[in-house]
Nanobody, 124 residues
Framework: QGQLGESGGGSVQPGDSLTLSCTSF????????IGWFRQAPGKEREAVSC?????????YYAESVKGRFTISRDNDESMGYLQMNNLQPDDTAVYYC????????????????WGQGTQVTVSI
């Protein structure tokens, strides 16, 4: 089974932007749905955003990030992205990308290939 790797995390101030990237190792993401999840200290992992395979025609966003985050994919490069604008302290978490061939939804249980996570910290 292949693996995923995330990059692009960092420490920023409220109102700043970051773009997270997800790359695949050992397989192509083209036929996989991609999901972004996050886990803050002391909290359960939660879904942030998901995008369907191939043309990415179906997307999901958690209410807390709607209008601020944008999920996308580049099948030629086998990459997934999460553009995060107007970041707030509540967005502080470890962000994970995940993939699945036929995810039925946007929850952790729907995805079986995971990255190691990248830290995003938003503070004054």
């Amino acid at each position: 089974q292949g693996q995923l790797g995330e990059s692009g995390g960092g420490s920023v101030q409220p109102g700043d932007s970051l773009t997270l990237s997800c790359t695949s190792f050992g397989f192509t993401l083209k036929y996989y749905g991609i999901g972004w999840f996050r886990q803050a200290p002391g909290k359960e992992r939660e879904a942030v955003s998901c995008i369907s395979s191939l043309d990415g025609g179906h997307t999901y966003y958690a209410e807390s990030v709607k209008g601020r985050f944008t999920i996308s994919r580049d099948n030629d490069e086998s990459m997934g992205y999460l553009q995060m604008n107007n970041l707030q302290p509540d967005d502080t978490a470890v962000y994970y990308c995940a993939a699945a061939l036929r995810p039925s939804g946007c929850s952790s249980d729907d995805y079986n290939v995971w990255g190691q996570g990248t830290q995003v910290t938003v503070s004054i």
